[in-house]
């Protein structure tokens, strides 16, 4: 029977996706693990593999399609024992392949019947749910289990019953990580694991219609017809855009502002710089990092997330730093920061950004964090405010470090001040809270000999 390959869901924001590239071609025979194609999302592009085995035997979406909804089948798969004659009766229409209906007039009710019958790969049966309902392979009425050659191979090795296994699998075939997780208990219905994206009445729209959008709406705020090109939004942008009005509108936000001496933290930087091994350059924002995820973890109360059942104390100082990429920006995450010493999340935070520009990032890292760091001094910003990154209940926006006047013993003095604002979800973090979480970074700022304790 065959089998559909259908576009995945890589993150829980995925609406659709890119099809970059094939790594298989028609007639490729492809194992459980294989890698099948290169799949773009709003923010990355990553591998997708194989949990069936059988031949590809024809793709439908071909490399570079974009706008790929996600469930949407992509390529049809042949099981060991089939050739090119099951896919006799298969066409590819507007919404996917499917079972071509008999010509011949037929009551609706028949061929509703006939085309839930003729197209398997369009169902998603439970094995049970096969067997209440009698269906069969042969005269004795004998229920077909669906499941994969390798799937059958381990069940047998272990002594299974194929029809004690729920499938997991496209159509509710029984795959190889549903042998290996057996364990005697029923399985979760497939609709259960697998849930399907909900369709965004402001997405998926053609760019015909987004130019006539776009222009309507611009001409109702009286700018004029023809005087400015319109680009039609990319999904990366779509998902910012959606993201932060949601935030913005939802999440009661103050900022908190405070400068910070950094002369210390800079001579320090040189000298570490110095002794460090090659390959190994520490940067400014490296040690902002670690003095985050450090007074996080002084602070516990500010390590927190607002849910609709209570406030999520995190256990670490999962720190998600704003990276600019074409298209937008990502913030990819240092991983239990506070554990983590300066060298290492110096190379941490090196490769990451570099996999991000390269847009190259797996969903886990830049997905979730505690907590977010944005730093546009090296633009020569002085002073900014963030919008707060759900789940995070804190965003700090870190400024340039510029040499001002400053009192010191009662005298003027001149010293390199950075300003940063530290934006709070009000939900979680009080105005009390974050002020002293702020002196906590302060300190370990203008004192920077304390993070190495």
């Not at 006047?405 to 809270?433: F, S, Y």
Request: include cysteine.
């Amino acid at each position: 029977m065959p089998i559909e390959i259908l576009m995945p869901a890589l993150s829980p924001t995925m609406e659709e996706g890119t099809l970059s590239k094939w790594l298989k071609k028609e007639g490729d025979t492809v194992s459980s693990g294989d890698l099948l194609a290169e799949i773009e999302t709003d923010k990355a592009t990553m591998e997708i593999e194989a949990v069936e085995e059988g031949t590809l035997a024809k793709i439908l979406v071909a490399e570079g399609s974009s706008g790929v909804k996600v469930n949407a089948p992509i390529a049809i798969l042949l099981e060991e024992d089939e050739d090119a004659s099951a896919l006799d009766g298969f066409e590819t229409g507007n919404s996917g392949p499917s079972f071509e209906t008999p010509p011949e007039a037929a009551p609706q009710d028949e061929v509703k019947s006939q085309s839930n019958s003729n197209n398997k790969t369009k169902t998603s049966p439970h094995p049970e749910a096969a067997r209440e309902r009698g269906d069969s392979k042969g005269e004795g009425g004998e229920a077909r289990i669906k499941a994969s050659p390798l799937a059958k191979r381990l069940a047998a090795d272990a002594g299974y019953d194929l029809s004690s296994i729920a499938g997991t699998g496209p159509n509710g075939r029984i795959v190889k990580r549903d042998v290996e997780s057996h364990d005697g208990a029923k399985a979760a219905p497939r609709s259960a694991q697998k849930p399907v994206a909900k369709a965004d009445p402001d997405a998926g729209t053609d760019v015909g219609a987004v130019r006539s959008g776009g222009a309507s709406y611009l001409e109702k705020l009286g700018v004029l017809a023809g005087t400015y090109d319109l680009t039609p939004l990319d999904g990366m942008r779509k998902v910012i855009a959606k993201r932060l009005v949601s935030s913005n509108v939802d999440v009661p936000d103050f900022p908190l502002v405070i400068d910070c001496e950094i002369d210390a933290l800079l001579a320090m930087r040189k000298e570490l710089n110095g002794q460090a091994p090659e390959g190994v350059k520490i940067s400014v924002n490296d040690m902002l990092i670690r003095a985050c995820a450090l007074s996080l973890k002084h602070y516990p109360e500010a390590n927190a997330s607002y849910t609709p059942d209570g406030i999520a104390y995190h256990h670490h100082a999962d720190v998600a730093v704003a990276v600019a990429i074409d298209g937008g920006l990502i913030t990819p995450i240092v991983r239990g920061a506070e554990n983590k010493g300066l060298s290492t999340i110096s190379s941490e935070m090196k490769d990451l950004a570099g996999r991000a520009r390269e847009r190259k990032l797996k969903p886990q890292e830049y997905q979730g964090g505690t907590f977010s760091i944005s730093n546009l001094g090296m633009f020569g910003i002085k002073e900014f405010g963030s919008i707060i990154n759900e789940p995070h209940g804190m965003i700090m926006s870190v400024g340039a470090g510029a040499p001002r006047p400053v009192v010191k013993d009662g005298e003027l003095a001149i010293a390199t001040v950075m300003t940063v604002t530290l934006t709070c979800d009000h939900r979680v973090v009080d105005g009390a809270i974050g002020a002293q979480w702020l002196q906590v970074f302060k300190r370990y700022i203008e004192q920077p000999i304390t993070m190495m304790l």
